[in-house]
């Protein structure tokens, strides 16, 4: 067609070819010859609308094609310029429309008013055209990268929810063959007649990373249910001597095969948090699994609960292991980061301190570390107490140690 009429692409000036949208400004004020006056003003670089009253500017707004900033006077009749921007950004299509009161009104106290209703600036009459069209284009510029930065978190939110997902539905199809080749592998270990050593050390080695590929694709799942708000807590009144008890003996062996000696608290009153009872657990057993492992040989790993505060009770988790730098604890409770000991003799998955975190938060609670180089390092978290008059004394035994037991 444009052969036809002689015309190439070309010849277009570039202008013609690109046509950018102009932004588009809403002026609202009841004096015709100030709303006169303003479109002459924006007219040239802007798309412009008017409106006389409040309800007609609200009308506007809520369209299907509402402005990208609005000039809004204040003294009008039936409903002023306050009420307008209060109406604005309590609707969820209008909230983030950029309001710049332009009024008579120069008493700081209403300047403070609107700025706290939400207006972006605030610019009193009789106004600088310069300053005016300035303070304009500086707000859409504004908006136009917080649409952008908006645009782009919405982009990440939805490529992480699809990795979420994809994680989560490889874990669950990788469980059951894993699940498959430690049942046979267990079944191997128990024949009649018994393998032989060679064949013991082969099936103890399918066993080893059996399991430790299990731990990894549950720890993954259960991220992955904090990430899509799919986890389902229990809360309850638990009691931290019992759970700390049964933590004990879950954990006492390792400590012994590796030297390490573990103190535990005393209690004379029973305390109580609010917590889900196997979440709780989970996340001591961790804290403390990771104590011991990252622990020097010989080494402690001391346990206290005390009240920090009336409302919350803390549990501590300290060890006297090589510590943290400050660089390596600012990248504590990142997924996946086991802050340098990848390549090292310990087995970790670098999850277990997020999904941690995740589930102390999801029980309205706080954790976080305290560590030093050479000095070890402290693990603690915080829940909520129920009777802050529970509180035991600070009394602490070794309830376990490489070569005795003994009560202090």
């Known amino acids: 067609m444009n052969q036809n009429l002689g015309i190439r692409m070309a010849d277009i000036p570039l202008t013609s070819q690109l046509s950018i949208p102009k932004s588009t400004i809403l002026v609202v004020d009841d004096i015709p010859d100030n709303l006169a006056l303003m479109i002459n003003l924006l007219k040239d670089d802007y798309q412009v609308k008017a409106a006389d009253c409040g309800a007609k500017a609200l009308r506007i707004a809520t369209s299907a094609f509402p402005p990208d900033l609005i000039l809004l006077d204040i003294m009008m009749p039936m409903m002023d310029g306050y009420e307008v921007c209060i109406q604005l950004k309590l609707n969820p299509k209008t909230l983030n429309i950029p309001v710049i009161f332009l009024t008579g009104k120069a008493d700081v106290e209403d300047e403070k008013k609107g700025l706290d209703l939400g207006a972006v600036d605030y610019i009193t009459k009789p106004i600088s055209p310069s300053i005016m069209l300035a303070r304009v284009k500086i707000q859409l510029a504004l908006q136009e990268k917080n649409n952008a930065l908006n645009n782009a978190l919405t982009i990440a939110e939805k490529a992480n929810l699809t990795k979420s997902e994809f994680i989560s539905s490889m874990s669950h199809e990788l469980r059951s063959p894993l699940n498959a080749i430690i049942g046979f592998a267990q079944l191997m270990e128990s024949e009649i007649p018994q ?19 299990l731990k990894l694709i549950n720890e993954i799942l259960d991220l992955a249910k904090i990430e899509h708000r799919q986890i389902s807590l229990s809360e309850e009144i638990v009691s931290i001597s019992e759970i700390l008890n049964e933590c004990q003996s879950i954990i006492a062996q390792r400590a012994l095969q590796r030297n390490i ?32 492992k990252y622990n020097s040989k010989p080494g402690t790993v001391t346990v206290k609960c005390i009240e920090h505060s009336p ?62 180089v050479g000095r070890g390092s402290e693990f603690w978290f915080e829940l909520s107490s129920v009777a802050k008059s529970n509180i035991p004394l600070q009394d602490h035994s070794v309830v376990q140690s490489t070569d005795e037991h003994r009560i202090s």
Request: zero cysteines.
């Open 311 to 372: 409302e919350f009770i803390r549990v501590s988790i300290s060890d006297t292991g090589l510590g943290l730098s400050p660089e390596k604890i600012a990248q504590l409770f990142q997924s996946f980061n086991r802050l340098g000991q990848e390549d090292g003799p310990e087995e970790g998955t670098g999850i277990g301190l997020v999904v941690s975190k995740r589930m102390v938060e999801l029980m309205g609670g706080k954790i976080g570390v305290e560590s030093e």
């Open 195 to 213: 393998p032989s050593q060679s064949q013991k050390e082969s099936i103890t080695h399918i066993l080893k990373a059996g399991w430790h590929l």
């Open 261 to 292: 000696e573990l103190i535990f608290p005393v209690f004379s009153k029973t305390t109580f948090v609010y917590a889900d009872r196997t979440r709780l657990k989970q996340i001591l057993i961790n804290l403390l699994t990771n104590a011991i």
